[in-house]
């Protein structure tokens, strides 16, 4: 599938089937979030495959966002040790950010190659799944992905006209 | 070309042809931006694609980042009023970076896919950049993107092995 189709037919799935993800395939896509630009090449990404449907579930109850009960869950984390130390306090943890994210588009046009589906999910207790998930304080949990083969087409909702996007040169009104 | 070759064969571009892209080309970047998943669909980017020689050259003298002069920078900005108003004064900020940087992901491969190279830039002084732009108070310069057709091969820093960045249900040292 070339890159335009994959952009195109990319849309948050929120209805999954019952199919399981193989690590294979988990391993494949975290391949390529690594290729990612980072920051300076300080990789502070981690990325936690949740595949045991008891944490799934757990992390479900703590997660408003989710919907169409997900095989995976796919915490995406950095680890702000290493950003500090590399990065410098000052911007480490939007750099971070930035990475993580720029990792994260990679997974999601991979997966639709893979006909799978992605969700991003910004909206969960962060207390809570932090403990579901074992991190320790330096290890920052920036959002979640549910990931799956979907149950059925997805739909992105309209984008505004490129003209109210796009500028040439300088910034109008 | 598939999104696996896309993805392995973007590389931080250094040095580019003297070759201009079109507006055309700049829109289709554009237009596959905009199809990144957006929180609540709020799409509070702006993309300003400096192509005048006299803009490139001035935002280039204060951008230490920058290298190879490309023929055109472009500028991912975010729109902080809008992005506030809907998603909230706690969260917006952060959401806009993720978003304009999930859009950044597929502009990059899309380049891939047309022949052109990119480079992210984060090291650049804000205030001289947002002067030469034009941009009033509430729009956020989050970060710059080089982008022409490259003068030679890329070449990425090799990435850490999987075993340190994939994990499986729970976080471990």
């Known amino acids: 599938m ?8 990319r849309h948050s799935i929120r209805s999954f089937t ?3 993800v193989s690590r294979e395939t988990l391993r494949d896509l975290t391949e390529c979030a ?6 300076s090449n300080v990789q502070c990404w981690k990325f936690i495959a ?3 449907p008891d ?13 169409g009960k997900p095989p995976v869950i796919l915490a995406l984390c950095t680890d702000q040790s290493i950003a500090e130390s590399r990065l410098g306090e000052t911007n480490s943890r ?7 994210s720029l990792a994260a588009e990679n997974i999601m046009l991979r997966a639709v190659e893979q006909g799978l ?6 909206s969960f207790n962060e207390e809570a799944v932090r403990a579901i998930l074992g991190l320790p304080s330096h290890i920052r949990l920036e959002y979640l992905l549910a990931l799956g083969y979907p149950a059925g087409p997805g739909k992105s909702p309209a984008r505004k006209a490129i003209e109210e996007v796009l500028y040439y040169d300088t910034y109008k009104e």
Chains 1, 2 share one sequence.
């Open 117 to 122: 589906g992605t969700c991003t999910i910004k």
């Open 94 to 100: 939007e750099l971070a950010t930035i990475d993580v």
């Open 18 to 20: 019952d199919e399981t």
């Open 50 to 52: 949740v595949t045991d």
């Open 55 to 67: 944490f799934v579930r757990k992390i479900t109850l703590f997660s408003p966002g989710m919907s």
């Open 34 to 39: 690594v290729l990612a630009p980072t920051a």
């Open 2 to 9: 070339n890159v335009l189709d994959a952009i195109r037919e």
